[in-house]
Every structure is written in structure tokens, then in C-alpha cells.
């Protein structure tokens, strides 16, 4: 057995669906093997972005729930809890808080801008 001691910047955990959120998302890019910030982010902190309930368990219910990961360049926090499915190009910057009470159901729509908002009950907008 062999230990190998890997630099942090070649090493980002990941524990749990909020975890993998980050690293699908264009927060990251590969580069020769390395994961890299992007530079476009004005802050060098990670988010914090916490799924909770079980809509988010496993990693197929997670990427059932994103047509597409949500823009978070500019996310400072997210917390996301209950029935909720997010639509392509979907923004998401400062704190937004998505808050679907049980036998509730949101949607975020395609486009969707999440600024410093707390989002609750059931939401679904549909294209005419």
C-alpha cells in the first residue's frame, strides 16, 4: 500500500450533493488535471450551498432536479430544501434561499435571476 500526497490544489472534496453542485458548476474549470477557480468570480471564497431533504439524497435524484447547474459566479449562499427543480440558464447571486414546504412544489424558470431573495410555497411559471 502506497500513500500519495496530493496538493490542494488538485483536491477538492466531495462529501455530499452540495459539494458536487460546486464542482458541476462554473465556479471550476479543469485545467492539465487541476481544478481551478474562476478568475471571472470576484471573490476567492467558495460559496456555501446547502441541499437538504431528500430530494437531493442520491446523486440521480440531485441531477434530476437541474436541467442544467445554475450560474453562481457571483452566489454568496444557497440553501435549497424540498420539491425544486431548476430550468436552464438560471442565475443564482448574493443569498437565495429556495424553501418548498412538504407536498409544496417550486420551479425555477428558464432565465431565472435569484438575487438576495427567499423563495417559498409553490411557484411554477409556465411559457405561454
Not at 453542485?21 to 465556479?27: D, E, F, T, V
Not at 428558464?110 to 411557484?123: A, C, F, P, Q
Request: glycine share 6%; hydrophobic share 40%.
Amino acid at each position: 500500500s502506497i500513500g500519495l500526497n496530493v496538493s490542494r490544489s488538485r483536491f477538492l472534496p466531495v462529501k455530499n450533493n452540495s459539494d458536487l453542485l460546486l464542482i458541476m458548476s462554473n465556479l471550476y474549470f479543469l485545467t492539465n488535471g487541476t481544478l481551478t477557480m474562476n478568475p471571472r468570480r470576484a471573490f476567492k471564497t467558495t460559496p456555501i450551498v446547502q441541499l437538504s431533504g431528500p430530494y437531493f439524497k442520491t446523486v440521480k435524484e440531485f441531477l434530476a432536479r437541474f436541467s442544467q447547474i445554475p450560474n453562481i459566479l457571483e452566489l454568496d449562499y444557497l440553501a435549497v430544501s424540498g420539491d425544486v427543480n431548476f430550468d436552464r440558464d438560471v442565475s443564482v447571486k448574493g443569498t437565495v434561499i429556495i424553501l418548498a414546504q412538504h407536498g409544496d412544489h417550486i420551479d425555477i424558470p428558464r432565465g431565472s435571476i435569484l438575487e438576495n431573495k427567499i423563495v417559498s410555497g409553490n411557484l411554477r411559471i409556465l411559457d405561454h
